[in-house]
């Protein structure tokens, strides 16, 4: 427990403090949502229809381009062949680094989301359900990511790849992001089914990704 | 399976059967495509738009098929070591993404007269755009680590990670939009296309299916043969660097 406790804390000290790593996701999630408008126009009606849909897309986009770090300084160094020795199974290394980076990522982008939602006229009502559905699905978004990140061990413009490779598995949760937030179903309960799902499909990650992802690890170490 | 773990006796085998095989192809597809396009009648809302669904629909259930098939054999690479189940998978992922390839082109070109448009959001269409990118996504894998080994392992983790989400993406985008009809086919209470169609639909299936598998054969071929070939460099290779040593 103590030294699955130690590897997060590392994890997570590290993420903050090594130079680019949370500050860089952050700041392309602003430029992909300051990007937006001026490929679509001023017209704020517009703006707020689709601007749940913008801040879920940013997102993904700004987990994935920080996914790459969930292993990769570790398989270069060799932290990562040190991590597979040690007392604890491959799976929950993989699974901590992978909440590592939904605690040092996942969780900051989540709280720039409603100062972005400012910029593109998002109603003030659809915060709180926008903030909910966003802590139930970036979960999902980072042990996914680290799917993708396991995969993609020290293969060169691996960056690009693992977009490829993880983009397809994120659309439940951004269908589902998306619909908690701008409900087809109107009405004051039309929130908890896709909230519900969100949080179903973070639990399914939570348990297959390290599993998937341990076997990727093991394969490229060998 | 077990005796088939011999490559030399699986490359007997393909060579017994191919001639065969490729027979049955010319053979099914040839009545196949006399059924569908002089036989079978022009539907009475569709016209003759409607001979499309015998490209359309069988090259979409081979793309589903590949995508079983590539998950069988991840299987048999992570579990059982299989050492044709990797060789079976690879080669299986450019065929079945042709395959979706040609029914999304094909839907597209049928949803123009149909639906008035080349594309539409619709669940069925997304669903297999997914599955399209999953396929692209396991071919870049393949492609992007260099020892086969190594490659093959990550592409079938992948391929179940893929095969487990399947069913996910299908439900979420089903439950986004949802124009395309439902399943006409296979569904309770017998199929809702008219005889006249089904059967020409029938025998394109079984025509495509026998494609695949020839398609499948003869590139499992050629890569055995590129595996032995890269084996065969190899030890030339080492061979020349103990010489100059």
Redesign the interface.
């Known amino acids: 427990m103590s030294a699955a406790l130690a590897l997060l804390t590392r994890d997570v000290k590290l993420a903050w403090r090594e130079g680019g790593a949370v500050g860089v996701a952050l700041g392309f999630y602003l430029v992909v949502v300051v990007i937006t408008p001026l490929g679509l126009g001023p017209d704020l009606n517009l703006l707020a229809r689709i601007a749940p849909g913008i801040l879920w897309v940013g997102l993904l986009l700004a987990a994935l381009l920080s996914a790459g770090r969930i292993f990769d300084n570790d398989y270069e160094d060799g932290t990562l062949d040190v991590l597979a020795t040690g007392p604890l199974p491959l799976s929950v290394v993989a699974g901590i680094k992978c909440l590592a980076h939904w605690l040092a990522t996942g969780i900051p982008l989540v709280l720039i989301a409603p100062l972005l939602g400012l910029l593109l006229n998002l109603p003030m009502g659809s915060i709180p359900s926008l903030m909910l559905a966003m802590l139930a699905g970036t979960p999902a978004v980072s042990f996914l990511a680290g799917?993708g990140a396991s995969?993609?061990l020290g293969?060169?413009?691996?960056g690009l790849?693992l977009a490829?490779?993880v983009?397809?598995?994120y659309?439940?949760v951004l269908?589902?992001g998306v619909?908690a937030v701008t409900p087809y179903v109107t009405g004051p309960n039309a929130i908890w089914p896709p909230l519900f799902i969100l949080c179903a499909?973070s639990l399914?990650s939570i348990v297959?990704a390290p599993l998937?992802a341990a076997?990727?690890i093991r394969?490229?170490l060998? | 399976m077990i005796s088939l773990a011999n490559p030399t006796r699986f490359l007997g085998l393909v060579s017994v059967v191919l001639p065969w095989l490729s027979a049955l192809v010319v053979i099914l597809l040839g009545t196949g495509l006399y059924l569908s396009f002089f036989v079978a009648p022009p539907d009475y809302q569709q016209g003759e738009t409607v001979r499309i669904m015998f490209i359309h629909v069988p090259a979409a259930w081979l793309a589903m098929f590949g995508y079983t098939l590539i998950a069988i054999a991840a299987l048999g690479t992570l579990i059982w070591r299989h050492p044709l189940a990797d060789v079976a998978a690879k080669t299986a992922a450019p065929i079945g993404a042709t395959f979706a390839f040609i029914a999304l082109v094909t839907g597209s070109l049928w949803g123009k007269p149909m639906w008035g448009t080349y594309w539409v959001w619709d669940a069925r269409l997304t669903s297999m755009l997914v599955l399209f990118l999953l396929y692209l996504g396991l071919i870049a894998l393949w492609q992007a680590v260099e020892e086969p080994g190594r490659a093959g392992r990550a592409a079938a983790i992948l391929a179940l990670v893929g095969a487990i989400n399947i069913p996910i993406i299908k439900f979420s985008v089903d439950w986004w939009n949802t124009l395309h009809q439902p399943a006409s086919v296979f569904r309770a209470g017998g199929p809702t296309i008219d005889p006249a169609l089904l059967t020409p639909l029938f025998v394109m299936a079984a025509g495509f299916t026998a494609l695949f598998v020839l398609l499948h054969l003869i590139a499992m071929r050629a890569e055995i043969l590129r595996r032995r070939v890269r084996a065969l460099q190899q030890t030339e290779v080492a061979r020349a660097a103990m010489a100059e040593a």
């Open positions: 799917i995969l993609t293969l060169r413009r691996s790849l490829l490779l983009v397809p598995l659309v439940p269908i589902f619909s499909l399914v297959l998937a076997a990727a394969n490229a060998r």
